[in-house]
């Protein structure tokens, strides 16, 4: 419920450029905070509290695995941010399912991460108006469009960044 409002207010309150520069921001604190780590304390997984916001079956990943994660999601975001601005609604369902990171994640993530972040940033600047008729279901915040997924980009960024200090605290 908390996270709905605070993700009700940030879509409020926010803008295309706002997104941007937070998903920015993010991103290089991220890259910052898995570049600290050698292969070995990036790929150890460590079991965390459960943070705001983040599922109970997220917390006993690695730096690596966190970073997976976010790879896998952002390439959704970018998919359904471009599919949205062309006014068609993408096949299937968002799932956090098929978002989950695998156990061998290595410090390779750190550049696919940056891909990642680019294909976001690329989607979004292709759709001149990010308010498209066409929506599609977000898991926890329902139908979206692709104002709404990007909103979701630096929001879900923000909450991963914070999952990662912790588990680099862990260490």
Known sequence: MIANMLFA????SGSRERFTRTFQAERERVVSLARRCDAESGARRVLIRRLPGLEDS???????MTLEHLCLVHEGIARVITSL???KVPPGKASTAAVKPAPGADERTIE???LSCDKVLK??????DLRTGARYDHPWFGAL????WYAMAPFHLRLH???IEVIRAGL
């Not at 989607?123 to 001149?128: F, K, L, N, R």
Request: glycine content about 10%.
């Open 9 to 12: 207010w940030s879509c409020l």
């Open 58 to 64: 997220s917390r006993y990943w690695s730096v690596f």
């Open 85 to 87: 601005g062309q006014g």
């Open 112 to 114: 696919t991460f940056e």
């Open 123 to 128: 989607a979004a600047e292709s759709v001149p």
């Open 145 to 148: 469009d692709a104002y709404g």
């Open 161 to 163: 960044r914070r999952q």
